[in-house]
């Protein structure tokens, strides 16, 4: 069965850099994008960005360009999501997100069960 | 940039009909999905490409769409559907994919 399972709780200094982890397992690892997702405490989901596992290929929300990089490891079938100068805005549970196609529509079938981030002095 | 915009909060009692209302300009050309958070778990689809449901999911969801709005429908609404509810779809390129700022169901 399909599973992601993310890396443990963190908490940072302003201005530090996260890695979080999202290890695949029960499917084909470079056949689904998968992508970032944030929570706020309190808020609604934020989109983050995609990687390819077939190449490391990766797009980013401009609102994060040039702290946010994506990698893969497809010996591991994991991927990273690493975000760096952090903010205590960042303070986030991050989600990894397998994208699914069906029928001209991309959505999100399996996730990750959440990466607490916490940003403080 | 691309936004899709919700009702913070909608609320019904037991066994009324909830309408969620999701509104964006891609929506005409782009499908929509919706996500189910109940408190402190994770995000789960309940529906996609605007009206289809993933097995599993209790026939009372359903889902729309027309123009410039998309709609998920809870019949008959149960004190379990209690949660937050959340549309997303994409931009043309279906690179990026944005969400709703999500609607918070009451079940009164």
């Known amino acids: 069965q399909v599973h992601l399972e993310q890396s443990g709780a963190e908490i940072h200094k302003p201005g530090a850099s996260l890695k979080v982890s999202c290890k695949a397992s029960?499917?084909?690892?470079?056949?689904?994008?998968i992508h970032w997702v944030r929570q706020a405490p309190g808020q609604g989901l934020e989109w983050l960005g995609i990687?390819?596992?077939?190449?490391?290929?990766?797009t980013y929300t401009q609102k994060l360009q040039g702290r946010l990089t994506m990698t893969r490891d497809t010996s591991t079938t994991t991927v990273y999501m690493e975000l760096s100068s952090l903010r205590s805005e960042d303070t986030a549970i991050y989600y990894c997100?397998?994208?699914?196609?069906?029928?001209?529509?991309?959505?999100?079938?399996?996730w990750g069960q959440g990466t607490l981030v916490t940003v403080s002095s | 940039s691309s936004e899709l915009t919700q009702p913070p909060s909608v609320s019904v009692s037991p066994g009324q009909t909830a309408r969620i209302t999701c509104s964006g300009d891609?929506?005409?050309?782009?499908?929509a999905s919706w996500y189910q958070q109940k408190a402190g778990q994770v995000p789960t689809v309940i529906i996609y490409?605007?009206?289809q449901k993933p097995a599993g999911v209790p026939e009372r969801f359903s889902g729309s769409s027309s123009g410039t709005t998309a709609t998920l429908t809870i019949t008959g609404v149960q004190a379990e559907d209690e949660a937050d509810y959340y549309c997303?779809?994409?931009?043309?390129?279906?690179?990026?994919?944005?969400f709703g700022g999500g609607t918070r169901l009451t079940v009164l």
């Open positions: 997100a397998r994208r699914q196609y069906e029928g001209g529509h991309y959505y999100f079938d399996y």
């Open positions: 029960g499917y084909t690892f470079i056949k689904y994008y």
């Open positions: 990687i390819k596992p077939g190449d490391g290929s990766a």
């Open positions: 891609t929506l005409p050309d782009e499908y």
């Open positions: 490409r605007d009206d």
């Open positions: 997303q779809s994409a931009d043309s390129s279906s690179t990026y994919l944005f």
